[in-house]
């Protein structure tokens, strides 16, 4: 059997664990690690949580570390196109071969127990970030944080970076709620780095450090950042300052994730890691994430945003960013999401700025919303200039029929989203078709 083989059957036995729901709570995840040799104690790990950010925070910190030199994994979710995009060292994703062989290792030490899909990825990604022996792994919270996969490390620092309404079903419907969840990656004496607002979850979080003696690190208190467009100054922790800064993420919201970044690399400076200005500024230019407000001209010269944007604050951060940082003749809004999220705020956000609007299927899942659900939520004045549209292929080919090189076409909504119409207009990210 050839390794593509492996790697497509190793796939399938990932994928068939999605039958089983999204379950918290670590007991099982323990005691499996335990069986795997627990991997997780030979890590030194960042820990990230929060609502919106966590991704670009990681990928900012991953490219930072990277750039200093020291060998840096990053485990994030969800993917775009492959699975293997949620396992990186320095700049190279998990090859098929060790996704195969980590995959079967883990299916022969369940034994026939069962195992969450995340599950099952946490426990690869930290099986393969201490098989190669990792300076840092840089670990994004999959939901939550308290009873998360995730949460059996113990980092160096744990990042914050925001508190909204999301996943209600699973973490509470108030910001109390939902911020206790996310608190729970605090750690008794690790210093915590947050952008959390100054409200009810702000307050969780205060409380929580408090208790834990862990220092809190707060954005606009005790580190802030500025600037507009591609240049932005950061003033840190012990009065540092660096001006002129790289900004290589779009959206004004990005100073905030990048500060967080910058700041818990203050924090490893502290603890004794050397990371200078000069990785600073390589590895902010260097940061790349794909999906989140990633701009690009096409060959034919038309213009495309893609942008993960699925909640509400997702989508007022998207709706900012198409005021502030993308001029253009025409907005094209095509717009997927899954319907157990806040379909009605989220589109109503942004859909008032789309000259035409048009409405897809997210993904080809249970979970998704048909596009005649989303017209549903509009008022009738934003209804007249919506249409339907099948599946996202036909969905962008509608878009590029009826724009100019001077529009723009936007598609958000959802990451599934996302994943498909990257695949469809640039290709995927890893070499999932050799």
């Known amino acids: 059997m050839n390794a593509v083989d492996d790697y497509q059957q190793a796939w399938q036995f990932l994928d068939q664990l999605q039958l089983f729901k999204i379950k918290l709570g670590l007991d099982s995840m323990n005691q499996f690690l335990a069986r795997l040799g627990n991997p997780q104690t030979r890590l030194k790990c960042i820990h990230i949580?929060?609502?919106?950010?966590?991704?670009?925070?990681?990928?900012?910190?991953?490219?930072?570390?990277?750039?200093?030199?020291?060998?840096?994994?990053?485990?994030?979710?969800?993917?775009?196109?492959?699975?293997?995009?949620?396992?990186?060292?320095?700049?190279?994703?998990?090859?098929?071969k060790d996704f195969a062989r980590l995959i079967s290792k883990i299916e022969a030490m369940l034994d026939g127990?069962?195992?969450?899909?995340?599950?099952?990825?946490?426990?690869?990604?930290l099986l393969w970030f201490a098989e190669q022996e990792v300076d840092f792994a840089v670990l994004e919270v999959g939901m939550g944080g308290r009873l998360d996969a995730t949460n059996v490390v113990t980092?160096?620092?744990?990042?914050?970076?925001?508190?909204?309404?999301?996943?209600?079903?699973?973490?509470?419907?108030?910001?109390a709620k939902i911020a206790t969840e996310k608190a729970g990656i605090i750690k008794q004496g690790v210093p915590v780095v947050s952008a959390v607002a100054d409200d009810d979850s702000g307050e969780v979080?205060?409380?929580?450090?408090?208790?834990?003696?862990?220092?809190?690190?707060?954005?606009?208190?005790?580190?802030?950042?500025?600037?507009?467009?591609n240049v932005w100054q950061y003033r840190g922790l012990d009065r540092q300052e660096l001006?002129?800064?790289?900004?290589?993420?779009?959206?004004?919201?990005?100073?905030?994730?990048?500060?967080?970044?910058?700041?818990?690399?203050?924090l490893l400076q502290r603890q004794g890691w050397t990371i200078s200005e000069e990785h600073?500024?390589?590895?902010?230019?260097?940061?790349?994430?794909?999906?989140?407000?990633?701009?690009?001209?096409?060959?034919?010269?038309?213009?495309?945003?893609?942008?993960?944007?699925?909640?509400?604050?997702?989508?007022?951060?998207?709706?900012?960013?198409?005021?502030?940082?993308?001029?253009?003749?025409?907005?094209?809004?095509?717009?997927?999401?899954?319907?157990?999220?806040?379909?009605?705020?989220?589109?109503?956000?942004?859909?008032?700025?789309?000259?035409?609007?048009?409405?897809?299927?997210?993904?080809?899942?249970?979970?998704?919303?048909?596009?005649?659900q989303l017209a549903a939520v509009l008022p009738e004045t934003l209804q007249a200039k919506a249409t339907c549209a099948a599946s996202v292929q036909a969905a962008i080919e509608q878009a590029k029929k009826m724009a100019t090189q001077d529009d723009l076409i936007c598609i958000s909504g959802s990451l599934y989203l996302i994943g498909t119409a990257r695949r469809l207009l640039l290709g995927g990210l890893t070499d999932e078709e050799e």
């Open 49 to 96: 949580a929060g609502t919106n950010g966590k991704g670009s925070v990681g990928a900012t910190l991953h490219s930072l570390l990277t750039a200093a030199g020291y060998k840096t994994g990053f485990y994030t979710s969800p993917h775009l196109s492959s699975v293997r995009e949620r396992f990186k060292i320095d700049d190279t994703y998990i090859s098929k």
């Open 113 to 125: 127990r069962q195992i969450t899909y995340f599950e099952c990825t946490t426990a690869l990604a």
């Open 155 to 175: 980092p160096l620092v744990s990042i914050i970076t925001n508190v909204s309404m999301d996943h209600e079903q699973y973490l509470g419907d108030t910001l």
């Open 205 to 229: 979080i205060h409380q929580t450090c408090a208790e834990r003696q862990a220092p809190l690190l707060l954005f606009g208190r005790d580190f802030d950042g500025s600037g507009s467009g």
């Open 243 to 266: 001006h002129n800064l790289p900004m290589p993420l779009k959206g004004g919201h990005q100073i905030s994730n990048c500060s967080l970044a910058l700041a818990a690399v203050q």
């Open 280 to 372: 600073v500024r390589s590895g902010l230019a260097q940061t790349r994430w794909p999906g989140r407000l990633e701009y690009f001209r096409t060959a034919q010269g038309q213009q495309f945003l893609l942008d993960g944007a699925h909640n509400p604050a997702g989508a007022a951060a998207l709706k900012a960013a198409l005021i502030n940082d993308f001029p253009r003749q025409r907005l094209l809004l095509v717009w997927g999401a899954m319907a157990d999220k806040d379909i009605q705020t989220t589109l109503r956000e942004v859909a008032p700025l789309a000259d035409v609007l048009i409405l897809t299927k997210a993904a080809e899942s249970e979970r998704a919303a048909h596009p005649e």
